[in-house]
C-alpha cells in the first residue's frame, strides 16, 4: 500500500524552517553512507535523490507523512571538494537547527557496515550525545555488501562500539533485504502507533 509521505521543503536557510508541530527524524552521516537511499526505502518512494557521488545533499530536505512525522534528509559529513564558504554555510544551519530545534524526536546516524566509525563520525556521536542522548541511534548500511566472515566479523565489532562504547541502539540494514528496513520502520512508526491508540 501507498503511504502518504510527500516532499515538504528544501531549507537553506535557517530562517525558512517549517513550523515546529510534527515530530522529525533527522537522518545523518558521511556522504555516500545510503542516507537518501534509507529515506526512499523507508516511505518506499524516489523522494530522496540518491547520488553515486557524493556531496549531493547540502539543504536540509524535509518529507513529511500526512500531519504525524516528518524524516530530515541532512547534507553528509565528509567530502573534501565542497567548497569552504559552501561548508561553513551548511555547519551553522546544522548547528542552529541542532541547537534550536524542540521537535526533534530521533536521530539516525548512519555508519557504513564496512568501514565502521570514521573519526568524524565518532566526534559526531559524542556531540549528539551530550544534546540527545536516548534519542540518538546509530544505523549500520549497505549490510549487503558485507562479502566473507572477516567483514561480517567486523560488522560485529561495530555493533558491539556501538553498545558498549557509545551506549546506543543500533541497527543493521540494507535496502536489499526489506526485512532490515520493515524493522527500522516499525521503530520509527511505533511512538505514531500509541498515539493513535490512545485517542481512540
Ligand atoms: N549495495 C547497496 N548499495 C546501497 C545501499 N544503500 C545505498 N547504496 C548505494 O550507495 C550510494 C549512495 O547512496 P545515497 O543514498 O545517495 O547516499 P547519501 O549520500 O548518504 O544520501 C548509491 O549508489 C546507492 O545506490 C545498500 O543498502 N546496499
Ligand atoms: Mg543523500
Known sequence: ??????????????????????????????????????????????????SKIPGRTRSLVFFQLDKKLRIVDFPGYGYSKIPLTTEYKINKIIDQYLNNRKCIEKLFLLIDSKHGFKEKDQEIIKELDILFKEKVFIIFTKKDRLRNSNDK????????????????????????????????????????MKNYENIK
Not at 14 to 28: A, C, G, M, R
Not at 162 to 188: C, D, H, P, W
Request: glycine share 4%; aromatic share 12%.
Open 1 to 50: 500500500m501507498k503511504e502518504g509521505w510527500k516532499f515538504l521543503d528544501d531549507v537553506h536557510d535557517i530562517n525558512s524552517l517549517p513550523s515546529e508541530n510534527i515530530p522529525e527524524i533527522v537522518f545523518w552521516g558521511k556522504s555516500n553512507v545510503g542516507k537518501s537511499s534509507l529515506i526512499n526505502s523507508i516511505t518506499n518512494s524516489t523522494l530522496a535523490k540518491t
Open 153 to 192: 566479523e567486523n560488522l560485529y565489532k561495530y555493533n558491539e562500539k556501538a553498545s558498549n562504547e557509545f551506549n546506543k541502539k543500533f541497527f543493521n540494514t540494507s535496502i536489499k533485504e526489506v526485512n532490515t528496513i520493515i524493522l527500522l520502520k516499525k521503530f520509527m512508526m511505533n511512538p505514531l
